[in-house]
């Protein structure tokens, strides 16, 4: 098993940052694949951003792409999503999750997920 701890979220204006962690537990995430999806009010969860196990091949969604880093420390067990330029669609709670299949934009590859971290961006 596999816990996922996400944190970081907060209240920024627009243009602003922010950086998301996501701490793993129970067993090392070096194997898995990790995503970071988003979650807004009234709608379904989306895909963000996704690494695979070797911290190479990050992938993005077209509406962070440019904007939004992903990246791992294996070392420390844990993923981030930096994000840059934020918007006020931004807003949404973010989760992270893992997966052993191959680094994928689909929710329901992924086996473990975070408790997810509110994210909101005010104009």
């Known amino acids: 098993q596999v816990q996922l701890v996400d944190s970081g979220g907060g209240l920024v204006q627009a243009g602003g940052s922010l950086r998301l962690s996501c701490a793993a537990s129970?067993?090392?995430?070096?194997?898995?694949?990790m995503g970071w999806f988003r979650q807004a009010p009234g709608k379904e969860r989306e895909f963000a951003a996704a690494?695979?196990?070797?911290?190479?091949?990050?992938v993005y969604a077209d509406s962070v792409k440019g904007r939004f880093t992903i990246s791992r420390d294996n070392a420390q067990n844990t993923v981030y999503l930096q994000m840059n330029s934020l918007k006020p669609e931004d807003t949404a709670v973010y989760y992270c999750?893992?997966?052993?299949?191959?680094?994928?934009?689909?929710?329901?590859?992924?086996?473990?997920w975070g408790q997810g971290t509110q994210v909101t961006v005010s104009s």
């Open positions: 129970g067993r090392t995430i070096r194997n898995y694949n």
């Open positions: 999750a893992a997966t052993r299949l191959a680094s994928s934009g689909y929710a329901n590859l992924y086996e473990y």
């Open positions: 690494i695979r196990w070797s911290g190479s091949g990050a």
